[in-house]
């Protein structure tokens, strides 16, 4: 194998894996200055500059705290639900787009850990099994408040796949193709799928709060009725883990949002910097762009949890069901009739 | 013996045992309490659950039981008062303020006009800092914890004022028999002002984040209802018996401190569900800051205590100075002063209901018996009754609404 490749690769990896780490550590502190500004407070602001050096300080705290560990019979699997959330929580990134391609030393590089064509499919495959990590995390603790946490979780990550999932088919209609990049690629300009597919936009938000488990869906933690949920038993840098896999996916999250919905990487003029900057700095411009999207969504989800109260469990389920996912088919037909209408093969 | 003497848990093994053998379904058993962050205090409840619907419940009362009514058996009335800041400590003049009336109600103690106007204020004050924790601590349990912070720091400013007028904050000990310890300090006047100019505007801002919020709606309205007859018929009383649609008001029934010469209105709710309780004490804010405005720009100038040197500290200077005055303050400070051998109730329309206080008197420098009427013991027996066949997260909004307060339920 041309170790070129391997060379490019491993950056790309290894470059994409610290900006998930990063941006998960600094979603914490982000969080808590929007919580901060929204409720008219100042936030932290004692560790570095302006609170700037708070995540690592938060780290340092976490893994320097006693881990407890509750009696149970199945301390593997309390130690492993930790583990899994976090490693999916990190592994969806390897297939985000985030830019087109660089020329460097007159090779072409794409902005890509890794190019492959059911992208999609593998970005919700993994995200389903992040549930995992909860159920078994809350099941192991070995606690009823953990258990009620486990089988809401479970419930409602089910039921929002499925509405998820039909969202995406309508999408996948007019796409034509899996593949992140190919998506990307085609919403070139201004011809972002929101503005194609608004319906189906807004019920893949509001399924990504859901999956996320971010207010109001975040059921499963609530801490007002179960204690922090899952997480109940868990202390030291294991509850770090399951806090750090919940900004790592909303970050995850935000990104699939960005890509498939606000044309990724590009912006208006895309075309033109590329003819008159090179290709070079219209990506990476382009990448500062998807990134300022992502930044969006993520700023997007901490104002929606300090605005608004969570739902109750049978309610947040009639949702699911009875809302969204009729929703979601009528949003299937819809984008198929508009497809054979522009097609002229109506009728 | 009656089933109900079981304990809980005994009882509920029994049901489980019978519903397994029914339909093969498993019921358990969930404590909350008496540490769980949504109980505000401690007590416990022992729930009978079918997955997330209640089936059965039981509340546990006693966990911070001080012998209140004992203690005030061996004290002189002057140190009663601080065992009434800590029943309902959210609202803690008005249990001052109640306990002087009912002190001065048995031994006949004219109080001068601006000393009950500057009682009703303060006391106004007090119901505003209640609502605003009940209210937006409901927020906290439904999960939107932002409108709690924003409508807290005036809490904060009220203390402030509380500050001003006697120098303590959440336990206050707030007055004397025949009226207040000082006059108010114009500085004490100034944050009052400011207040009653800062804290409308935000109040709406809360009003306006939570009262027509669909999840908000959602989450209380058909929660932990009761109806006007059960309501009544386990004692309710305060917002939780008006939100039932009862407009029953202490304030205006029984008029105390004065409360005659004011004009405000008793807001009602309809269904006796969250919602309404919400939205009672939601107006109960607007009504007790009108009150305040009146009671304000009507304030009479004059003496702010009772003439009664029996009962009522003379001034210090006096004390060093004077053989009369230093015998009066004496004999006050060990508590021996003339008591009528008398019998009274006096009720006040505390922070969340009709706070009673039931005096007997047998002539000694300590009361013979002393009750207090505690609204949340009440609301507290009613819960498990309101939350039946309910979601275990409704459970939290009622006891949240109740405002069930754990120093006042076990007193």
């Known amino acids: 194998m041309d170790t070129a490749i391997i060379i490019e690769k491993s950056v790309l990896i290894v470059a994409v894996f610290a900006l998930t780490m990063l941006m998960a550590m600094y979603a914490t502190l982000a969080e808590r200055k929007v919580a901060a500004w929204l409720q008219d407070r100042i936030g932290p602001n004692r560790a570095g500059k302006g609170g700037i ?36 929580a990190l592994m969806t990134s390897a297939v985000i787009p985030w830019g087109d391609k ?4 007159g090779r072409t590089v794409i902005m890509q850990a890794t190019d492959i064509d059911v992208a999609l499919l593998y970005v919700f495959g993994v995200l389903s099994v992040g549930v995992y990590g909860i159920m078994i995390g809350a099941w192991a603790s070995n606690n009823k408040f953990s258990l009620m946490s486990a089988m809401r979780a479970s419930s409602q990550m089910i039921s929002y796949e499925v509405a998820m999932g039909l969202s995406i088919i309508a999408l996948l209609m007019m796409t034509g193709t899996l593949s992140l990049r190919e998506i990307a690629a085609q919403q070139s300009g201004m011809n972002w799928n ?34 922090g949920g899952y997480h109940t038993e868990y202390s030291s840098m294991r509850m770090g883990f399951y806090l750090f896999a919940e900004y790592a996916s909303m970050f995850i ?44 969504f993520i700023f997007f989800y901490m104002w929606v949890r300090w605005t608004i109260p969570r739902f109750r469990y049978d309610q947040l389920m009639r949702l699911g069901w009875q809302m969204l996912i009729p929703l979601a088919i009528a949003n299937i037909f819809v984008t198929a009739i508009c497809i054979l209408w522009s097609d002229g093969n109506l009728f | 013996m009656s089933d109900l003497l079981l304990p809980p848990e005994l009882r509920y093994a029994e049901i489980i045992e019978a519903r397994k053998n029914e339909d093969g379904s498993e019921l358990s058993i969930l404590n909350l309490g008496p540490t769980h962050p949504a ?7 022992i729930l009978l659950m079918d997955g997330e619907r209640i089936i059965d419940g039981e509340g546990t009362v006693g966990y911070i039981h001080r012998a209140f009514e004992k203690i005030a058996e061996n004290r002189p009335f002057y140190q009663i008062t601080p065992l009434t800041d800590r029943m309902n400590y959210c609202s803690a003049p008005i249990n001052n303020m109640g306990w002087w009336m009912t002190v001065e109600k048995a031994l006949g103690i004219e109080v001068p006009k601006r000393a009950q106007y500057l009682r009703v204020i303060v006391m106004e004050l007090a119901r505003i800092a209640d609502h605003i924790i009940c209210n937006s601590v409901l927020g906290v349990d439904t999960g939107a914890l932002t409108g709690f912070l924003y ?51 935000i109040w709406k801002d809360f009003e306006d984040l939570l009262t027509r919020n669909r999840i908000f709606m ?41 409360y005659e010469d004011f004009e405000f209105n008793i807001p009602v709710g309809q269904s006796g569900d969250t919602y309404d309780r919400f939205c009672v004490r939601n107006a109960e804010v607007w009504e007790s800051l009108s009150i305040i405005k009146q009671a304000l720009a009507k304030l009479p100038e004059g003496p702010y205590h009772a003439d009664v040197p029996d009962y009522y500290l003379p001034p210090k200077d006096e004390v060093y100075h004077n053989m009369e005055a230093l015998i009066y303050h004496f004999k006050i400070v060990m508590g021996e002063v003339p008591v009528p051998v008398t019998e009274v109730y006096h009720a ?19 009361p013979y018996r002393l009750h207090f009427r505690r609204p949340c013991f009440i609301y507290y027996q009613a819960f498990n009754d309101m939350v039946k066949g309910q979601m275990l997260s409704d459970a939290i909004a009622t006891l949240s609404s109740l405002n069930v307060i754990a120093g006042e339920l076990d007193a």
Request: with cysteine; proline share 6%; hydrophobic share 40%.
């Open chain 1, 102 to 105: 660089l020329e460097i030393a």
């Open chain 2, 39 to 45: 109980t505000h205090g401690i007590f416990q409840n």
């Open chain 1, 253 to 296: 999250s935000s990104t699939i949002l960005a890509v498939l919905y606000f044309g990724a990487y590009n912006y208006p003029g895309m075309q033109w910097a590329v003819e008159n900057w090179g290709v070079n700095v219209a990506n990476i411009i382009g990448f500062l762009a998807l990134f300022a999207k992502l930044c969006f």
């Open chain 2, 218 to 258: 959602d989450r209380t309205i058909d929660v932990g209802p009761i109806s006007a007859e059960k309501a009544i018929s386990y004692g309710f009383t305060g917002p939780n018996l008006r939100a039932a649609g009862i407009d029953y008001d202490i304030r205006v029934m029984q008029p105390y401190s004065s």
């Open chain 1, 53 to 88: 050096l708070q995540p690592l300080a938060d780290g340092l705290k976490l893994f320097s705290k006693e881990e407890f560990l509750p009696d149970t019979p199945n301390k593997f699997l309390f130690v492993a639900g930790p583990a899994i959330s976090m490693s999916v």
């Open chain 1, 194 to 227: 929101v503005f194609y597919q608004p319906v189906g936009f807004l019920i893949f938000l509001v399924c990504s709060f859901a999956e996320t488990n971010r207010t109001p869906f975040d059921l499963a933690e609530c801490e007002a009725e179960l204690i």
């Open chain 2, 151 to 201: 409508v807290f720091q005036y809490r904060e400013k009220i203390y402030e004022i509380y500050e001003e007028i006697c120098g303590a904050r959440l336990t206050t000990n707030m007055g004397r028999l025949g009226g207040f310890e000082r006059d108010w300090s114009p500085l004490a006047f100034e944050k009052l002002n400011q207040l009653l100019e800062e804290f409308p505007p």
């Open chain 2, 348 to 366: 006040v329309e505390g922070g969340n209901g009709e706070l009673g206080f039931y005096l007997t008197t047998d002539g000694s420098r300590t």
